[in-house]
Protein backbone atom coordinates (compact mmCIF):
# COMPACT_ATOMS: atom_id res chain seq x y z
CA UNK A 1 0.00 0.00 0.00
CA UNK A 2 1.27 3.02 -0.86
CA UNK A 3 1.04 6.28 1.81
CA UNK A 4 0.57 9.78 0.68
CA UNK A 5 3.00 12.37 2.20
CA UNK A 6 0.17 13.80 4.76
CA UNK A 7 -0.21 9.89 5.74
CA UNK A 8 3.59 9.03 5.83
CA UNK A 9 3.37 12.27 8.25
CA UNK A 10 0.51 11.21 10.05
CA UNK A 11 1.60 7.40 11.03
CA UNK A 12 5.34 9.26 12.05
CA UNK A 13 3.27 11.49 14.36
CA UNK A 14 1.14 8.85 15.80
CA UNK A 15 4.67 6.58 16.52
CA UNK A 16 6.31 9.04 18.08
CA UNK A 17 3.55 9.93 20.59
CA UNK A 18 2.31 6.38 21.26
CA UNK A 19 6.13 5.50 21.96
CA UNK A 20 6.02 8.04 24.86
CA UNK A 21 3.42 7.09 26.26
CA UNK A 22 4.60 3.73 26.17
CA UNK A 23 8.00 4.88 27.50
CA UNK A 24 5.80 6.58 30.15
CA UNK A 25 4.62 3.29 31.34
CA UNK A 26 7.75 1.21 31.04
CA UNK A 27 10.45 3.73 32.66
CA UNK A 28 9.14 4.47 36.10
CA UNK A 29 10.06 0.74 36.37
CA UNK A 30 13.37 0.81 35.36
CA UNK A 31 13.83 4.63 37.35
CA UNK A 32 12.99 2.48 40.56
CA UNK A 33 14.60 -0.33 39.98
CA UNK A 34 17.68 1.32 39.47
CA UNK A 35 17.42 3.43 42.80
CA UNK A 36 16.73 -0.38 44.77
CA UNK A 37 19.86 -1.39 42.94
CA UNK A 38 21.77 1.86 43.83
CA UNK A 39 23.38 2.72 47.64
CA UNK A 40 20.73 5.40 49.38
CA UNK A 41 22.60 8.29 50.46
CA UNK A 42 24.32 8.11 46.82
CA UNK A 43 20.98 8.13 45.24
CA UNK A 44 19.76 10.68 47.32
CA UNK A 45 22.56 13.12 45.36
CA UNK A 46 20.15 12.69 42.10
CA UNK A 47 21.45 11.62 39.21
CA UNK A 48 20.73 8.00 38.83
CA UNK A 49 18.36 7.57 35.97
CA UNK A 50 18.42 4.36 34.14
CA UNK A 51 21.65 2.52 35.73
CA UNK A 52 22.57 2.19 39.62
CA UNK A 53 25.73 4.14 39.92
CA UNK A 54 27.06 2.90 42.82
CA UNK A 55 26.15 -1.07 42.83
CA UNK A 56 24.51 -2.70 45.59
CA UNK A 57 22.01 -5.20 46.62
CA UNK A 58 22.10 -4.75 50.43
CA UNK A 59 18.77 -2.96 50.36
CA UNK A 60 17.14 -6.33 48.60
CA UNK A 61 19.27 -8.49 51.46
CA UNK A 62 17.41 -6.08 53.87
CA UNK A 63 13.92 -6.15 52.33
CA UNK A 64 14.14 -10.07 51.93
CA UNK A 65 15.55 -10.15 55.35
CA UNK A 66 12.82 -8.45 57.05
CA UNK A 67 10.20 -10.46 58.84
CA UNK A 68 6.92 -8.27 58.75
CA UNK A 69 7.77 -8.34 54.81
CA UNK A 70 7.98 -11.91 55.27
CA UNK A 71 4.54 -12.63 56.69
CA UNK A 72 2.63 -9.99 54.77
CA UNK A 73 3.83 -11.82 51.75
CA UNK A 74 2.75 -14.65 52.96
CA UNK A 75 -0.55 -13.22 53.67
CA UNK A 76 -1.15 -11.80 50.26
CA UNK A 77 -0.35 -14.93 49.13
CA UNK A 78 -2.80 -16.41 51.53
CA UNK A 79 -5.69 -13.96 50.97
CA UNK A 80 -5.51 -13.83 46.97
CA UNK A 81 -5.59 -17.60 46.81
CA UNK A 82 -8.17 -18.25 48.76
CA UNK A 83 -10.04 -15.03 48.38
CA UNK A 84 -10.38 -15.42 44.67
CA UNK A 85 -11.18 -19.50 45.19
CA UNK A 86 -14.19 -18.80 47.51
CA UNK A 87 -14.91 -15.73 46.31
CA UNK A 88 -15.65 -17.05 42.14
CA UNK A 89 -16.91 -20.45 43.85
CA UNK A 90 -19.65 -18.58 46.09
CA UNK A 91 -20.83 -16.13 43.05
CA UNK A 92 -21.03 -18.94 40.65
CA UNK A 93 -23.07 -21.32 42.07
CA UNK A 94 -25.44 -18.28 43.21
CA UNK A 95 -25.35 -17.10 39.07
CA UNK A 96 -26.00 -20.78 38.44
CA UNK A 97 -28.75 -21.50 40.51
CA UNK A 98 -30.42 -17.65 39.48
CA UNK A 99 -29.66 -19.09 36.05
CA UNK A 100 -32.68 -21.54 36.52
CA UNK A 101 -35.61 -19.10 34.66
CA UNK A 102 -38.50 -21.08 36.42
CA UNK A 103 -37.12 -20.29 40.07
CA UNK A 104 -40.17 -19.44 42.15
CA UNK A 105 -39.08 -15.58 43.57
CA UNK A 106 -36.65 -15.70 40.98
CA UNK A 107 -37.07 -11.67 40.24
CA UNK A 108 -37.04 -10.94 43.98
CA UNK A 109 -33.96 -12.41 44.85
CA UNK A 110 -32.19 -10.77 41.73
CA UNK A 111 -33.89 -7.38 42.97
CA UNK A 112 -32.34 -8.32 46.45
CA UNK A 113 -28.93 -8.73 44.93
CA UNK A 114 -29.50 -5.49 42.26
CA UNK A 115 -30.25 -3.17 45.73
CA UNK A 116 -26.92 -3.68 47.09
CA UNK A 117 -25.29 -1.96 44.12
CA UNK A 118 -27.14 0.98 44.17
CA UNK A 119 -27.25 1.71 47.86
CA UNK A 120 -25.13 0.88 51.13
CA UNK A 121 -25.22 1.61 54.43
CA UNK A 122 -21.51 3.48 54.54
CA UNK A 123 -18.17 2.55 55.64
CA UNK A 124 -19.28 2.93 59.27
CA UNK A 125 -21.86 1.00 59.96
CA UNK A 126 -20.22 -1.80 57.88
CA UNK A 127 -17.14 -1.72 60.03
CA UNK A 128 -19.32 -1.91 63.24
CA UNK A 129 -21.01 -5.11 61.59
CA UNK A 130 -17.62 -6.34 61.07
CA UNK A 131 -16.45 -5.75 64.63
CA UNK A 132 -20.30 -7.36 66.09
CA UNK A 133 -19.53 -10.67 63.98
CA UNK A 134 -15.92 -10.66 65.17
CA UNK A 135 -14.34 -9.96 62.05
CA UNK A 136 -12.24 -7.75 62.96
CA UNK A 137 -8.50 -8.62 63.50
CA UNK A 138 -8.73 -12.02 62.04
CA UNK A 139 -7.84 -12.88 58.49
CA UNK A 140 -11.16 -13.99 57.49
CA UNK A 141 -12.03 -10.67 56.91
CA UNK A 142 -10.27 -10.41 53.77
CA UNK A 143 -11.43 -13.10 52.16
CA UNK A 144 -15.62 -13.68 53.59
CA UNK A 145 -17.06 -9.85 53.30
CA UNK A 146 -15.93 -9.79 49.45
CA UNK A 147 -16.83 -13.01 48.91
CA UNK A 148 -19.96 -12.74 47.10
CA UNK A 149 -19.61 -10.05 43.92
CA UNK A 150 -23.10 -8.70 42.80
CA UNK A 151 -21.62 -7.20 39.43
CA UNK A 152 -19.80 -10.60 39.00
CA UNK A 153 -22.86 -12.62 39.21
CA UNK A 154 -24.59 -10.20 37.05
CA UNK A 155 -21.53 -10.76 34.93
CA UNK A 156 -21.76 -14.34 35.19
CA UNK A 157 -25.36 -14.95 34.79
CA UNK A 158 -25.81 -12.98 31.20
CA UNK A 159 -23.08 -15.65 30.28
CA UNK A 160 -24.36 -18.95 31.59
CA UNK A 161 -27.94 -17.18 29.81
CA UNK A 162 -25.90 -17.72 26.70
CA UNK A 163 -25.70 -21.57 27.33
CA UNK A 164 -28.37 -23.77 24.85
CA UNK A 165 -30.99 -25.23 26.94
CA UNK A 166 -31.23 -28.02 25.30
CA UNK A 167 -27.84 -29.10 26.53
CA UNK A 168 -28.74 -29.21 29.94
CA UNK A 169 -31.98 -30.61 29.36
CA UNK A 170 -30.57 -33.99 28.00
CA UNK A 171 -27.96 -33.93 30.58
CA UNK A 172 -30.99 -33.82 33.22
CA UNK A 173 -32.97 -36.88 31.15
CA UNK A 174 -30.24 -38.51 31.66
CA UNK A 175 -30.43 -38.22 35.11
CA UNK A 176 -28.03 -35.33 36.05
CA UNK A 177 -28.46 -33.31 39.11
CA UNK A 178 -28.17 -29.32 39.29
CA UNK A 179 -24.61 -30.18 41.18
CA UNK A 180 -23.47 -32.51 38.54
CA UNK A 181 -24.50 -30.74 35.71
CA UNK A 182 -22.73 -27.15 37.23
CA UNK A 183 -19.12 -29.35 37.02
CA UNK A 184 -19.45 -31.07 33.59
CA UNK A 185 -21.27 -28.95 31.57
CA UNK A 186 -20.85 -25.00 32.85
CA UNK A 187 -17.83 -24.88 34.27
CA UNK A 188 -15.95 -26.67 31.66
CA UNK A 189 -17.97 -24.53 28.88
CA UNK A 190 -17.34 -20.97 30.87
CA UNK A 191 -13.62 -21.30 31.49
CA UNK A 192 -12.97 -18.21 29.60
CA UNK A 193 -15.58 -16.19 31.45
CA UNK A 194 -14.46 -17.70 34.69
CA UNK A 195 -10.36 -16.99 34.12
CA UNK A 196 -10.95 -13.44 33.15
CA UNK A 197 -13.54 -12.73 36.29
CA UNK A 198 -11.16 -14.98 39.05
CA UNK A 199 -8.14 -12.64 37.24
CA UNK A 200 -9.83 -9.89 38.20
CA UNK A 201 -10.78 -10.71 41.83
CA UNK A 202 -6.98 -11.97 42.19
CA UNK A 203 -5.57 -8.54 41.12
CA UNK A 204 -8.09 -7.40 43.18
CA UNK A 205 -6.88 -9.52 46.39
CA UNK A 206 -3.57 -8.91 45.15
CA UNK A 207 -3.59 -4.83 45.60
CA UNK A 208 -6.22 -4.17 48.11
CA UNK A 209 -4.27 -1.83 51.18
CA UNK A 210 -7.62 -1.21 52.47
CA UNK A 211 -8.50 -4.12 54.88
CA UNK A 212 -5.38 -4.90 56.15
CA UNK A 213 -4.84 -0.75 57.25
CA UNK A 214 -8.51 -0.35 58.87
CA UNK A 215 -10.12 -3.37 59.88
CA UNK A 216 -6.90 -5.45 60.62
CA UNK A 217 -4.60 -3.82 63.86
CA UNK A 218 -2.22 -6.87 64.45
CA UNK A 219 1.17 -6.40 62.22
CA UNK A 220 1.10 -10.01 61.47
CA UNK A 221 -1.75 -9.66 59.56
CA UNK A 222 -1.33 -6.80 57.17
CA UNK A 223 -0.45 -8.04 53.77
CA UNK A 224 1.95 -6.29 51.52
CA UNK A 225 0.20 -3.84 50.11
CA UNK A 226 -0.96 -2.31 53.58
CA UNK A 227 2.97 -2.85 54.84
CA UNK A 228 3.59 -0.98 51.41
CA UNK A 229 0.76 2.03 52.56
CA UNK A 230 2.48 2.34 56.29
CA UNK A 231 6.24 2.78 54.61
CA UNK A 232 5.10 4.95 52.43
CA UNK A 233 4.58 8.05 54.99
CA UNK A 234 7.01 6.57 57.25
CA UNK A 235 9.50 8.75 58.62
CA UNK A 236 12.43 6.66 59.79
CA UNK A 237 13.18 3.23 59.01
CA UNK A 238 12.02 1.77 62.42
CA UNK A 239 9.46 -0.33 60.20
CA UNK A 240 11.87 -2.74 58.71
CA UNK A 241 14.70 -2.12 60.73
CA UNK A 242 13.00 -3.36 64.07
CA UNK A 243 11.80 -7.13 62.93
CA UNK A 244 14.89 -8.18 60.70
CA UNK A 245 16.52 -11.49 60.75
CA UNK A 246 19.68 -10.12 59.07
CA UNK A 247 21.35 -8.42 61.37
CA UNK A 248 24.93 -8.43 59.57
CA UNK A 249 22.89 -7.25 56.45
CA UNK A 250 21.79 -4.28 58.46
CA UNK A 251 25.00 -3.36 59.97
CA UNK A 252 27.03 -3.74 56.70
CA UNK A 253 23.73 -1.18 55.68
CA UNK A 254 24.07 1.63 58.00
CA UNK A 255 27.66 1.41 57.05
CA UNK A 256 26.69 1.98 53.00
CA UNK A 257 24.65 4.55 54.36
CA UNK A 258 21.01 3.21 53.27
CA UNK A 259 18.10 5.33 53.05
CA UNK A 260 14.83 5.48 53.37
CA UNK A 261 14.07 5.80 50.15
CA UNK A 262 15.94 2.83 48.69
CA UNK A 263 14.49 0.64 50.92
CA UNK A 264 11.21 1.77 49.48
CA UNK A 265 12.07 1.58 46.10
CA UNK A 266 13.55 -1.84 47.02
CA UNK A 267 9.85 -3.10 48.95
CA UNK A 268 7.83 -1.95 45.97
CA UNK A 269 9.55 -3.70 43.20
CA UNK A 270 9.54 -6.75 44.92
CA UNK A 271 5.57 -6.13 45.41
CA UNK A 272 5.44 -5.59 41.70
CA UNK A 273 7.78 -8.03 39.83
CA UNK A 274 4.84 -10.77 40.43
CA UNK A 275 2.36 -8.89 38.52
CA UNK A 276 5.10 -7.92 35.98
CA UNK A 277 5.67 -11.57 35.23
CA UNK A 278 2.50 -12.82 35.61
CA UNK A 279 1.18 -9.78 33.03
CA UNK A 280 2.06 -11.22 29.51
CA UNK A 281 0.41 -14.98 29.98
CA UNK A 282 -2.76 -13.26 31.22
CA UNK A 283 -3.15 -10.50 28.61
CA UNK A 284 -5.54 -12.51 26.17
CA UNK A 285 -8.28 -13.25 29.42
CA UNK A 286 -8.59 -9.79 30.40
CA UNK A 287 -9.80 -7.79 27.57
CA UNK A 288 -12.02 -10.92 27.21
CA UNK A 289 -13.42 -10.42 30.51
CA UNK A 290 -14.20 -6.58 29.83
CA UNK A 291 -16.01 -7.41 26.69
CA UNK A 292 -18.01 -9.77 28.66
CA UNK A 293 -18.67 -7.23 31.40
CA UNK A 294 -19.41 -4.83 29.24
CA UNK A 295 -22.84 -6.60 27.49
CA UNK A 296 -25.80 -5.02 29.46
CA UNK A 297 -26.76 -8.02 32.25
CA UNK B 1 -44.43 -26.84 48.02
CA UNK B 2 -43.41 -29.13 45.36
CA UNK B 3 -42.35 -26.58 42.72
CA UNK B 4 -39.99 -25.11 45.79
CA UNK B 5 -38.38 -28.92 46.54
CA UNK B 6 -38.31 -29.12 42.86
CA UNK B 7 -35.38 -26.59 43.32
CA UNK B 8 -33.99 -27.05 46.42
CA UNK B 9 -30.23 -27.49 44.88
CA UNK B 10 -30.77 -23.99 43.60
CA UNK B 11 -32.01 -22.76 46.38
CA UNK B 12 -28.69 -24.29 48.63
CA UNK B 13 -26.63 -22.93 46.22
CA UNK B 14 -28.21 -19.43 45.98
CA UNK B 15 -27.98 -19.63 50.01
CA UNK B 16 -24.42 -18.27 50.60
CA UNK B 17 -24.83 -15.39 48.64
CA UNK B 18 -28.29 -14.32 50.03
CA UNK B 19 -26.70 -14.94 53.94
CA UNK B 20 -23.53 -13.11 52.83
CA UNK B 21 -25.64 -10.10 51.12
CA UNK B 22 -27.51 -9.95 54.21
CA UNK B 23 -24.74 -9.74 56.93
CA UNK B 24 -22.57 -7.37 55.04
CA UNK B 25 -25.24 -4.77 52.97
CA UNK B 26 -28.51 -5.43 54.63
CA UNK B 27 -27.50 -5.28 58.06
CA UNK B 28 -24.83 -2.21 57.93
CA UNK B 29 -28.05 -0.51 55.93
CA UNK B 30 -30.38 -1.03 58.91
CA UNK B 31 -26.96 0.35 60.75
CA UNK B 32 -27.62 4.09 59.58
CA UNK B 33 -29.78 4.32 62.34
CA UNK B 34 -26.52 5.50 63.97
CA UNK B 35 -26.61 8.55 62.40
CA UNK B 36 -29.87 9.70 64.75
CA UNK B 37 -28.36 8.30 67.45
CA UNK B 38 -26.02 8.33 70.20
CA UNK B 39 -23.50 5.38 69.66
CA UNK B 40 -20.71 3.83 71.07
CA UNK B 41 -18.58 1.08 69.91
CA UNK B 42 -19.08 -1.91 72.06
CA UNK B 43 -22.47 -1.19 73.00
CA UNK B 44 -26.25 -2.38 71.10
CA UNK B 45 -27.32 -0.23 68.36
CA UNK B 46 -30.87 -0.45 69.01
CA UNK B 47 -30.48 0.24 72.56
CA UNK B 48 -28.45 3.60 72.01
CA UNK B 49 -30.26 6.73 72.60
CA UNK B 50 -32.09 8.53 69.50
CA UNK B 51 -30.65 12.13 69.08
CA UNK B 52 -32.78 13.35 66.06
CA UNK B 53 -30.65 15.07 63.85
CA UNK B 54 -27.76 16.03 66.32
CA UNK B 55 -25.06 14.44 64.57
CA UNK B 56 -25.98 16.41 61.42
CA UNK B 57 -24.61 19.61 62.81
CA UNK B 58 -21.30 18.98 60.27
CA UNK B 59 -23.67 21.09 57.95
CA UNK B 60 -22.74 24.20 59.69
CA UNK B 61 -19.31 23.65 59.85
CA UNK B 62 -17.40 25.59 57.19
CA UNK B 63 -14.74 22.24 57.02
CA UNK B 64 -17.22 19.82 55.57
CA UNK B 65 -17.91 22.56 53.00
CA UNK B 66 -14.03 22.44 52.08
CA UNK B 67 -14.61 18.97 51.74
CA UNK B 68 -17.71 19.10 49.25
CA UNK B 69 -15.78 21.74 47.45
CA UNK B 70 -12.26 19.43 47.15
CA UNK B 71 -14.51 16.15 46.45
CA UNK B 72 -16.88 18.26 43.48
CA UNK B 73 -13.37 20.21 42.35
CA UNK B 74 -11.32 16.70 41.86
CA UNK B 75 -14.01 14.17 40.58
CA UNK B 76 -15.01 17.15 37.74
CA UNK B 77 -11.44 17.61 36.83
CA UNK B 78 -10.49 13.78 36.95
CA UNK B 79 -13.75 13.90 34.53
CA UNK B 80 -12.61 16.43 32.37
CA UNK B 81 -9.43 14.90 31.48
CA UNK B 82 -10.48 11.03 31.96
CA UNK B 83 -13.44 11.36 29.64
CA UNK B 84 -11.93 12.46 26.66
CA UNK B 85 -8.61 10.95 26.79
CA UNK B 86 -9.62 7.11 26.10
CA UNK B 87 -11.48 7.80 23.33
CA UNK B 88 -8.33 9.91 21.57
CA UNK B 89 -5.52 7.04 22.19
CA UNK B 90 -8.10 4.50 20.80
CA UNK B 91 -8.40 6.43 17.52
CA UNK B 92 -4.36 7.08 17.47
CA UNK B 93 -3.93 3.21 18.36
CA UNK B 94 -6.58 2.24 15.19
CA UNK B 95 -4.51 4.25 13.21
CA UNK B 96 -1.13 2.51 13.45
CA UNK B 97 -0.71 0.79 10.25
CA UNK B 98 2.40 -1.90 12.41
CA UNK B 99 -0.03 -4.66 13.91
CA UNK B 100 3.20 -5.74 16.09
CA UNK B 101 3.46 -2.08 17.11
CA UNK B 102 -0.30 -1.73 17.50
CA UNK B 103 -0.15 -5.05 20.15
CA UNK B 104 2.63 -3.91 21.93
CA UNK B 105 0.92 -0.06 22.49
CA UNK B 106 -2.18 -1.60 23.59
CA UNK B 107 0.09 -4.44 26.00
CA UNK B 108 1.48 -1.68 27.39
CA UNK B 109 -1.13 0.76 27.89
CA UNK B 110 -3.31 -1.32 29.88
CA UNK B 111 0.07 -2.49 32.50
CA UNK B 112 -0.82 0.57 35.00
CA UNK B 113 -4.34 -0.59 35.56
CA UNK B 114 -2.63 -3.57 37.48
CA UNK B 115 -0.84 -1.78 39.94
CA UNK B 116 -2.94 -0.79 42.96
CA UNK B 117 -2.77 2.97 43.87
CA UNK B 118 -0.33 2.69 46.15
CA UNK B 119 2.24 1.57 43.85
CA UNK B 120 1.33 4.77 42.04
CA UNK B 121 2.22 6.81 45.09
CA UNK B 122 5.47 5.53 45.23
CA UNK B 123 6.21 5.83 41.71
CA UNK B 124 5.56 9.58 42.01
CA UNK B 125 7.24 9.89 45.59
CA UNK B 126 10.16 8.55 44.21
CA UNK B 127 10.43 11.15 40.94
CA UNK B 128 9.38 13.87 42.63
CA UNK B 129 11.07 13.45 46.13
CA UNK B 130 13.81 16.34 46.81
CA UNK B 131 16.31 14.00 47.87
CA UNK B 132 17.60 13.22 44.05
CA UNK B 133 14.05 12.89 42.61
CA UNK B 134 14.51 13.16 38.90
CA UNK B 135 12.35 16.12 38.65
CA UNK B 136 13.65 18.46 40.81
CA UNK B 137 16.75 17.09 39.81
CA UNK B 138 16.71 18.64 36.59
CA UNK B 139 14.78 21.55 37.58
CA UNK B 140 17.62 22.26 39.88
CA UNK B 141 20.29 21.69 36.78
CA UNK B 142 18.32 23.93 34.85
CA UNK B 143 18.82 26.41 37.79
CA UNK B 144 15.95 26.80 38.99
CA UNK B 145 14.12 25.94 42.42
CA UNK B 146 13.24 22.56 43.93
CA UNK B 147 9.60 21.82 44.31
CA UNK B 148 8.30 20.06 47.27
CA UNK B 149 5.49 18.65 44.68
CA UNK B 150 4.19 15.84 47.40
CA UNK B 151 3.36 18.82 50.22
CA UNK B 152 2.04 21.80 48.10
CA UNK B 153 -1.43 22.60 47.80
CA UNK B 154 -1.05 23.73 44.38
CA UNK B 155 0.36 20.70 42.64
CA UNK B 156 -1.89 17.84 44.60
CA UNK B 157 -4.67 18.23 41.94
CA UNK B 158 -2.29 18.11 38.96
CA UNK B 159 -1.02 14.82 40.49
CA UNK B 160 -4.08 13.17 41.66
CA UNK B 161 -5.63 13.90 37.73
CA UNK B 162 -1.93 13.01 36.15
CA UNK B 163 -1.84 9.64 37.81
CA UNK B 164 -5.29 8.67 37.30
CA UNK B 165 -5.06 9.33 33.50
CA UNK B 166 -1.59 7.23 33.41
CA UNK B 167 -2.52 4.75 35.46
CA UNK B 168 -6.11 4.26 33.53
CA UNK B 169 -5.98 5.67 30.01
CA UNK B 170 -4.92 2.86 28.42
CA UNK B 171 -7.06 0.34 30.24
CA UNK B 172 -9.68 2.24 29.00
CA UNK B 173 -9.81 2.20 25.34
CA UNK B 174 -10.64 -1.16 25.22
CA UNK B 175 -14.07 -0.97 24.55
CA UNK B 176 -13.48 1.38 22.21
CA UNK B 177 -11.01 -0.43 20.41
CA UNK B 178 -13.51 -3.11 20.35
CA UNK B 179 -16.32 -0.71 19.54
CA UNK B 180 -13.84 0.59 16.21
CA UNK B 181 -13.23 -3.20 15.44
CA UNK B 182 -16.84 -3.97 14.79
CA UNK B 183 -17.46 -1.04 12.39
CA UNK B 184 -18.14 -2.23 8.78
CA UNK B 185 -14.57 -1.98 6.55
CA UNK B 186 -16.38 -1.67 3.63
CA UNK B 187 -17.47 1.85 4.72
CA UNK B 188 -13.89 3.07 4.60
CA UNK B 189 -13.42 1.37 1.46
CA UNK B 190 -16.53 3.57 -0.02
CA UNK B 191 -15.06 6.64 1.28
CA UNK B 192 -11.68 5.96 0.30
CA UNK B 193 -12.96 5.53 -3.62
CA UNK B 194 -14.72 8.99 -3.01
CA UNK B 195 -11.89 10.66 -2.30
CA UNK B 196 -12.27 10.95 1.75
CA UNK B 197 -9.27 11.89 3.60
CA UNK B 198 -7.83 10.45 7.63
CA UNK B 199 -9.19 13.04 8.87
CA UNK B 200 -12.65 12.74 7.38
CA UNK B 201 -12.56 9.31 8.10
CA UNK B 202 -12.42 9.56 11.12
CA UNK B 203 -15.11 11.90 11.88
CA UNK B 204 -17.84 10.70 9.43
CA UNK B 205 -17.23 6.86 9.60
CA UNK B 206 -15.56 5.97 13.12
CA UNK B 207 -16.33 8.71 15.39
CA UNK B 208 -20.24 8.11 14.48
CA UNK B 209 -19.34 3.90 14.46
CA UNK B 210 -18.41 4.22 18.30
CA UNK B 211 -20.65 6.73 19.23
CA UNK B 212 -23.22 4.58 21.47
CA UNK B 213 -20.08 3.69 23.19
CA UNK B 214 -19.45 6.91 23.71
CA UNK B 215 -22.94 7.32 25.25
CA UNK B 216 -22.92 4.33 27.15
CA UNK B 217 -19.39 5.31 29.02
CA UNK B 218 -20.56 8.86 29.36
CA UNK B 219 -24.17 7.93 31.47
CA UNK B 220 -21.98 5.30 33.46
CA UNK B 221 -19.37 7.79 34.73
CA UNK B 222 -22.22 10.43 36.03
CA UNK B 223 -22.60 8.32 39.23
CA UNK B 224 -18.70 8.28 39.92
CA UNK B 225 -18.71 12.27 40.04
CA UNK B 226 -19.72 12.39 43.90
CA UNK B 227 -17.08 9.79 44.90
CA UNK B 228 -13.75 10.61 44.25
CA UNK B 229 -11.56 7.41 44.78
CA UNK B 230 -10.21 6.81 48.34
CA UNK B 231 -8.10 4.76 47.16
CA UNK B 232 -6.03 7.20 44.87
CA UNK B 233 -6.21 9.88 47.45
CA UNK B 234 -5.79 8.23 50.71
CA UNK B 235 -2.23 7.76 49.79
CA UNK B 236 -1.43 10.79 48.38
CA UNK B 237 -2.85 12.76 51.58
CA UNK B 238 -0.77 14.39 54.30
CA UNK B 239 -1.13 17.11 56.67
CA UNK B 240 0.71 19.89 54.24
CA UNK B 241 -2.20 19.22 51.90
CA UNK B 242 -5.04 18.65 53.69
CA UNK B 243 -6.77 21.79 52.57
CA UNK B 244 -7.51 20.59 48.93
CA UNK B 245 -6.69 16.76 49.48
CA UNK B 246 -9.83 15.93 52.09
CA UNK B 247 -12.68 14.69 50.21
CA UNK B 248 -16.04 13.02 51.40
CA UNK B 249 -14.68 9.63 51.83
CA UNK B 250 -11.47 10.30 53.65
CA UNK B 251 -13.56 12.82 55.80
CA UNK B 252 -16.07 9.68 57.31
CA UNK B 253 -12.71 7.82 57.62
CA UNK B 254 -10.99 9.95 59.71
CA UNK B 255 -13.92 11.04 61.97
CA UNK B 256 -15.71 7.67 61.86
CA UNK B 257 -12.82 5.30 62.14
CA UNK B 258 -9.98 7.17 63.90
CA UNK B 259 -11.42 10.01 66.00
CA UNK B 260 -14.64 7.92 66.78
CA UNK B 261 -17.73 10.48 65.83
CA UNK B 262 -19.51 6.97 64.69
CA UNK B 263 -22.83 9.20 64.94
CA UNK B 264 -21.44 11.98 62.62
CA UNK B 265 -19.36 9.78 60.43
CA UNK B 266 -22.56 7.45 59.48
CA UNK B 267 -24.57 10.69 58.46
CA UNK B 268 -21.95 12.42 56.23
CA UNK B 269 -21.92 8.39 54.53
CA UNK B 270 -25.60 8.52 54.60
CA UNK B 271 -25.91 11.63 52.65
CA UNK B 272 -23.18 10.79 50.12
CA UNK B 273 -24.94 7.15 50.07
CA UNK B 274 -28.21 9.29 48.99
CA UNK B 275 -26.62 11.43 46.39
CA UNK B 276 -24.89 8.49 44.73
CA UNK B 277 -28.73 6.56 44.37
CA UNK B 278 -30.24 9.94 43.07
CA UNK B 279 -27.33 9.62 40.79
CA UNK B 280 -27.65 6.72 39.46
CA UNK B 281 -31.38 6.19 39.11
CA UNK B 282 -31.08 9.55 37.05
CA UNK B 283 -28.11 8.20 35.01
CA UNK B 284 -30.93 5.15 34.52
CA UNK B 285 -33.39 7.54 33.41
CA UNK B 286 -31.02 9.00 31.04
CA UNK B 287 -30.13 5.78 29.33
CA UNK B 288 -33.60 4.71 29.47
CA UNK B 289 -34.56 7.68 27.13
CA UNK B 290 -31.28 7.82 24.62
CA UNK B 291 -31.29 4.16 24.39
CA UNK B 292 -34.61 3.15 24.55
CA UNK B 293 -33.59 0.49 27.49
CA UNK B 294 -32.26 1.31 31.39
CA UNK B 295 -28.93 -0.23 32.79
CA UNK B 296 -30.97 -3.05 34.50
Known sequence: ?297 | MGRFYKYRWQYAMILPAVALLFLFNYVPMAGIQIAFRDFQIGSSIWNSAWVGFDNFAFFKEPQFWVVVTNTMYISVLKFIFGFPAPILLALMINEVLHSGFKRFVQSVSYLPHFFSWIVVAYILQSFLTLDGGLVNDVIQKTGNESIFFLGSTEWFRPMIVGSGLWKEVGWNTILYLAAITAIDPQLYEAAKVEGAGKMAQIRNITLPGIMPTITIVLILSIPSLITVGMDQIYPMMNSANMSVSDVLDTYVLRSGLQQGYFGMATAVGLISSVLALVLVLLTNAISRKINGEGLW
Open chain 1, 1 to 297: MRLSVGEKVGQTVIVILLSLLCLSVIYPFLYMLAISFNEGADAAKGGVYLWPRSFTLINYEIVLGNEVIRSAYLITIARTVLGTIVGMLVTLIAAYGLSYRGLPFRKGILAYVLITMLFSGGLVPFYIQLFNLGLTNTFLVYIIPTAFSAWNMFVMLKFLQGIPEALIESAELDGAGPVRILFQIIIPLSKPMLAALGLFTAVGHWNDWFAGAFYVTDQSLIPVQTFLQQLLNASDLSAVMGSNNNQEALARGSQQNITLMSIKMAVVMVSAIPILCVYPFLQKYFVKGVLIGSVKG
